[in-house]
């Protein structure tokens, strides 16, 4: 049987729309036949963060080809940053942060108003509670540990360039 490939990109943490579009598709992960290609941008903006990991985790390594995005650069710009910029909150890598180390929506919230104070459409860095501060290195030292950071570092995974 003919190997058949699968293409989905700008997943962004929606894993019950991935799901449906590749099973509309007729794509099925116990198929030695099917393989997905992933062009990028897995995760950010959607609530649902380690589904869309542990549905791409589930899929053979050799079925299951990933190209690295700019969501995924924007990863791990942010693992680096002491605080995250407005950037990382509209593009929803501070939400997908959060989801990894666990915490909910909220915080996404708190962190953005303890570093932020808005101004029409501008955002100005202001002082910053301590509590946010604490909270934002807590988290990411959660995503640095974690295993997504891990398997986004692997060797798995192409750089679209």
């Not at 699968?6 to 729309?17: A, E, G, P, R, Y």
């Not at 079925?63 to 593009?91: A, M, Q, T, V």
């Not at 990894?100 to 932020?116: N, T």
């Not at 509670?129 to 570092?153: A, G, H």
Request: charged share 25%; hydrophobic share 30%; glycine share 6%.
């Amino acid at each position: 049987m003919d190997k058949k490939y699968f293409v989905i990109s700008d997943i962004h943490s929606f894993n019950k729309l991935m799901r449906a579009s590749l099973r509309s598709s007729g794509f099925d992960k116990k198929n030695p036949n099917h393989i997905l290609i992933v062009c990028g941008d897995i995760f950010d903006r959607g609530d649902d963060s380690i589904g869309v990991y542990n549905f791409l985790r589930s899929i053979p390594k050799k079925r299951c080809i990933l190209i690295r995005g700019n969501h995924e650069s924007l990863y791990f710009s942010l693992l680096k940053k002491e605080y995250p910029e407005e950037h990382d909150f509209s593009n929803g890598t501070v939400l997908t942060f959060c989801q990894i180390a666990g915490y909910g929506s909220d915080s996404v919230y708190d962190l953005r108003y303890g570093f932020y104070i808005h101004y029409g459409a501008y955002y100005d860095r202001v002082e910053v509670d301590p509590v946010c501060q604490d909270l934002w290195y807590s988290i990411r030292e959660d995503v640095k540990n974690s295993e997504i950071t891990k398997w986004l570092q692997s060797k798995q995974w192409i750089n679209y360039y």
